[in-house]
């Protein structure tokens, strides 16, 4: 079940500065959770082994490996020379292409909250919904949230639990329609999921980014507020910052979110991708 994926990818900063929540480092060693697979990602010379997971194409899907990288750094470093320093300090980064529903459901309780904190509420809906795969559990289906919503206060998700519960209510009678919204323009997909319990413009363009792939999408959160005022004198709404990002960097602003995001992340401030309440 062992395989060899060859990309150009660095795994730390991909897997390690809040994308995703399920992953772990151990000494040279990823473990994560994708799908219904406990995963170990060890990078090497020509990509990295992933052990655990004989499907390929799931590997590479989720690592975006169409991502013509050396093209989206080009067009990122022409629109800004600081950009073009951080991306050139960090080769291999990649955005990751999620599941919808798990990374909707990752960032609906991803409100008020730092990185460590997501990610041991997401492990506590895990352990208490999802299916057991052995040392680790898979990421719940609604089905199986709504099976069990009466052990919610388990997870001490405190006041995301009803949305959370609600969530999964409406993705289970088809009210959320992930399939439809994956087909949407990005303008169409970010004003759908706002119309969920729990999803402000900054979750919105998350999931949109992460989850649906909009790579124009650009997040505000408290960090890449900063980065923009500091470098480029830009404060504001929302929804100017985010504009902002959009028309500076293009088509390919979420990578350029990315960097400015790990440049944060790497003096300390890793712990802080908090995204303000959306109520």
């Not at 060899?4 to 900063?13: C, F, G, M, N, Y």
């Not at 919105?204 to 890449?224: K, M, S, T, Y």
Request: charged share 25%.
């Amino acid at each position: 079940m062992d395989v060899q994926i060859e990309l150009d990818v660095s795994l730390d900063p991909t897997l390690g500065c809040g994308q995703a929540h399920r992953w772990r480092k151990t000494g040279d060693t990823w473990n994560g959770v994708l799908e219904n697979c406990i995963i170990n990602l060890t990078e090497n010379a020509e990509g990295f082994k992933a052990e655990g997971c004989s499907d390929r194409g799931m590997l590479l899907r989720y690592f975006r490996s169409d991502d013509d990288l050396a093209e989206i750094i080009r067009e990122i470093s022409d629109a800004d020379p600081y950009v073009a320093s951080l991306s050139s300090s960090c080769p291999g980064m990649r955005i990751l292409k999620q599941e919808p529903w798990e990374c909707l459901a990752t960032y609906v309780l991803a409100t008020n909250v730092n990185v460590k904190r997501i990610a041991k509420m997401v492990e506590s809906v895990c352990d208490t919904f999802g299916s057991d795969l052995g040392e680790r559990r898979a990421f719940p289906t609604p089905g199986q949230i709504l099976d069990k919503q009466d052990e919610i206060p388990v997870c001490r998700l405190g006041y995301r639990e009803e949305r959370f519960i609600e969530l999964a209510d409406k993705a289970e009678r088809g009210l959320i329609d992930l399939g439809a919204i994956e087909e949407m323009s990005y303008e169409g997909c970010v004003n759908s999921l706002m119309q969920i319990n729990g999803v402000g413009p900054k979750v919105a363009d998350c999931v949109a980014l992460f989850g649906f792939g909009h790579l124009e999408a650009f997040p505000i959160d408290a960090r890449i507020s900063k980065s923009l005022n500091e470098m480029y004198g830009v404060s504001g709404s929302y929804k100017a910052m985010s504009e902002f990002g959009r028309k500076k960097f293009g088509r390919y602003a979420g990578y350029a979110q990315e960097f400015l995001y790990h440049s944060s992340a790497i003096t300390g401030a890793c712990e802080v991708r908090s995204l303000p309440d959306s109520s």
